[in-house]
């Protein structure tokens, strides 16, 4: 199952969200459902797109792993856009929106990084189906790039909140939102080596370099 689950300073990420999908998923018979619910199609296609990538499978075949028919799709949901969007936004609702949170009570960023980068390169998180899709954006539809967009800055504006407050100098405002962009950028490169089977001990070098940059970058003030 590809749904991460992990738990992190006590935080834990939705398990209900992740045990109702599994449920959806592997508990109940395969095949058309006497009632068709949109939170069980958008369970299978967060699945899939998750997996394989949300511009890696046509729109036809990700009806077909939903096990519900076209007419069905665009009734609910509306053309693939439409599908992509409500998937994606499904996803931030139920995991990505908590991880936020997580993000932002942290009372070390610099803790947080190391923990959070090398839990990828050690398997302990998956790739993120939101930092996956924001590389390939320009494949998407305008709704799933609007949407996107709109995670992305959420997602920097929690690490810029984390950034803040975990730092004891008084730090430029324009600085903590670039350092926040950086921080960002790096989780995106992570998800994006380890996808592409970039060893192990390249990873954690790189990792080591980008912790070194974010501690330097942290201890400048306004005064530097």
Not at 14 to 30: A, C, D, G, T
Not at 90 to 117: A, F, Q
Not at 173 to 178: A, G, V
Request: aromatic residues 12%.
């Amino acid at each position: 199952m590809v749904y991460m689950c992990y738990k992190l300073n006590g935080f834990k990420v939705n398990l209900y969200f992740i045990k109702n999908i599994y449920y959806n998923l592997h508990m109940k018979k395969i095949g058309r459902p006497q009632s068709i619910k949109r939170i069980d199609i958008l369970d299978k296609c967060v699945e899939k797109y998750w997996e394989v990538g949300i511009d890696n499978i046509s729109f036809n075949n990700i009806i077909k792993y939903s096990c519900v028919s076209k007419s069905t799709i665009y009734r609910l949901f509306g053309d693939e856009d439409d599908l992509q969007y409500y998937s994606l936004k499904h996803y931030y609702e139920n995991i990505i929106k908590e991880w936020h949170t997580i993000i932002e009570e942290h009372k070390d960023v610099n803790t947080l990084i190391d923990e959070y980068l090398t839990g990828i390169v050690e398997g302990k998180h998956t790739p993120c189906l939101y930092n996956k899709s924001i590389m390939v954006k320009k494949n998407l539809g305008k709704r799933s790039i609007n949407l996107l967009d709109t995670i992305d800055k959420s997602y920097k504006k929690s690490w810029y909140i984390a950034i803040k407050k975990s730092s004891n100098k008084n730090l430029d405002d324009k600085h903590l939102k670039s350092l926040a962009a950086f921080i960002a950028a790096q989780v995106a490169l992570i998800n994006t080596l380890k996808q592409n089977k970039v060893s192990k001990n390249e990873l954690l070098l790189i990792i080591s370099v980008i912790k070194k940059s974010v501690k330097f970058s942290h201890s400048k003030t306004l005064t530097d």
